[in-house]
């Protein structure tokens, strides 16, 4: 297994990698000849943040955590991922790879290996009036959303906006 390590304000000991690679090593039985990206940030104040991906087949399986707790984090984290992989590997792998329709686990006898039922908040909207980006990030700032969805006045198709993780700058996602 191949880890490679992006580290921002943050200098990585070999005690840190050890424990990385220790607990890394764990999901080499259901991951086998993988590359995992580590990213750890230090922010200010002691406050770490952890972002752990890996490229399957079909998906890239991404978590991201922030804590003072350097290896409790990144304990939860490599869980977490592991969490992850084995509900893409038992379950949505073949939807994925485009085997078989998409499972609603709820409503069958399988359950899924990791219970996970996504709450989804369903919020229609009237207005589809186009509008520029530089006003949908208006609207989204003055609403209190972290993200918007519109209708782009540029290309008439529909795209959202987001602020990014560092608060200061936004995102914009549209189709190709």
Known sequence: MDIKYTLINYILTDGDKSFIEDHISKLNSIIPNSTIDIKITEEKRKLYKIDIQVKLDHVTIR???????????????????????????????????????WQDFENTDEKPFVEYRPVIKVKKYEDDT??????????????????????????DKYAMVYIRDDGFTFGLVEPA
């Open 63 to 101: 978590v991201s955590k922030k804590d003072s707790k350097f290896y409790d984090i990144l304990e939860k984290s490599i869980d977490s991922l592991k969490e992850n992989i084995i509900r893409y590997k038992d379950k949505t792998r073949k939807y994925f790879e485009g085997e078989s329709p």
């Open 130 to 155: 186009p509008m520029h980006p530089q006003e949908a990030i208006e609207r989204m700032t003055l609403l209190g959303h972290k993200s918007f969805i519109f209708k782009n006045i540029e290309n």
